[in-house]
């Protein structure tokens, strides 16, 4: 078959995958840069302050990467012997090797929601009575968007703005782990603006979907941010001439933000191609760029790996049976012939 002879490898574990496009390259080379531990990087100061603007928030800080980005935000919220509340498959928890208590002392209230999203109801049932000294303080909810092992769900704004009073009533700070918000912006067709009225804090991962090696903003009012770039710096994430990653996430904001769509329109059709086949058992509805399915019985998730990767197809196992694959960037329309091809063609 056409595929066999191939040498290409088709990487759909995750849209973090992707490597600078030409332009992109340009763009980075170009950059003027500064010493960013002196805020003396024109490019990063100018990719935070479009960030800031965008969302309507005081401040942006450019972050190496997204688990460092909301480690920093936990640590803001919350003091040592807290509890936030996230849902069971959220990020914070599961992904970021336990930094929520390493970093912050703090324990997670996990919510049992769907595809990743908590109700404001469920997180209201979830926050520790005040007047119970024997229960750990909640102060912080943690919500994501889209969801990552939910399978790129999108929220429903109606839900963040229940949440954002529930938050409001208790005295809770509110995190928006937006890994992939972009996915959502464009899915949704919101506006960033009003996320910046609901959350205190956001993070925005570059690297993601958009398509940069590194890099993610978190953003935040001044009350909050102005002890953010202490955190920053306590957590190791201060860097010099940034600029050069920055340069990519601006290159990135005006080129690789309207065209998720098509990385979106690809993983439904991939989602839509799995759903009549016969060794799947179940494929999580596609909203964004994350393909979500189990396998039949009959197969395991390890052997269909390996088959898939004889076929030079990458994807992951996420656990509970879970398959994923994401598309992004550089997985070109020829390869998704292909992949169609081989998942359609699959002999178990
Ligand atoms: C990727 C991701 C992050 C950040 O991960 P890093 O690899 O540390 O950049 C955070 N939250 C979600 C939901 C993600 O998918």
């Given at each position: ?83 936030l509340i996230c849902d069971k498959w959220a990020h914070v928890y599961n992904y970021e090797a336990g930094g929520v208590a390493f970093n912050s002392g703090v324990t997670c209230n996990l919510i ?69 918000l972009m996915n959502a912006l464009i899915a949704k067709k919101e506006d960033p603006n009003n996320y910046g009225k609901i959350f205190d804090t956001i993070s925005v991962c570059l690297s993601k ?111 509970q049976g879970k398959l994923r694959m994401v598309t992004h960037l550089d997985y070109t329309p020829e390869m998704h012939r292909i992949v169609l091809d081989v998942l359609a063609n699959y002999e178990?």
């Amino acid at each position: 078959m056409k595929y066999k002879e191939l040498p290409m490898i088709i990487d759909l574990r995750s849209d973090t995958v992707t490597k600078p496009t030409e332009g992109m390259l340009q763009a980075i080379i170009k950059a003027p840069t500064g010493d960013d531990v002196y805020k003396e990087d024109p490019t990063v100061n100018k990719l935070e302050h479009r960030f800031a603007e965008m969302f309507g928030m005081d401040t942006a800080l450019f972050f190496p990467t997204g688990s460092m980005s909301n480690q920093a935000a936990i640590k803001l919220h919350t003091q040592p012997g807290d509890q936030l509340i996230c849902d069971k498959w959220a990020h914070v928890y599961n992904y970021e090797a336990g930094g929520v208590a390493f970093n912050s002392g703090v324990t997670c209230n996990l919510i049992d929601g769907h595809r990743g999203m908590m109700t404001a109801s469920a997180i209201e049932k979830g926050i520790s009575p005040i007047s119970n000294y024997h229960t750990p303080n909640t102060t912080l909810v943690c919500l994501e968007n889209t969801t990552n092992k939910g399978g790129g769900a999108c929220y429903d704004f109606e839900e963040f703005k229940k949440v954002r009073n529930l938050c409001d009533h208790y005295g809770l700070g509110l995190h928006l782990d937006g890994a992939r918000l972009m996915n959502a912006l464009i899915a949704k067709k919101e506006d960033p603006n009003n996320y910046g009225k609901i959350f205190d804090t956001i993070s925005v991962c570059l690297s993601k979907g958009l398509g940069t090696p590194l890099g993610t903003i978190l953003l935040g009012n001044n009350d909050l941010m102005s002890r953010a770039i202490r955190v920053r710096k306590i957590l190791g994430g201060a860097m010099r001439q940034a600029g050069f990653m920055a340069a990519a996430g601006l290159y990135a904001l005006d080129h690789h933000v309207e065209r998720l769509s098509e990385d979106h329109q690809k993983a439904s059709e991939i989602a839509h191609t799995l759903q009549k086949l016969p060794y799947i058992k179940k494929v999580e509805p596609t909203e964004t760029n994350i393909v979500i399915f189990n396998l039949i019985d009959e197969i395991s998730n390890d052997r269909f790996i390996k088959d898939m990767l004889h076929k030079n197809l990458q994807i992951s196992d996420m656990g509970q049976g879970k398959l994923r694959m994401v598309t992004h960037l550089d997985y070109t329309p020829e390869m998704h012939r292909i992949v169609l091809d081989v998942l359609a063609n699959y002999e178990y």
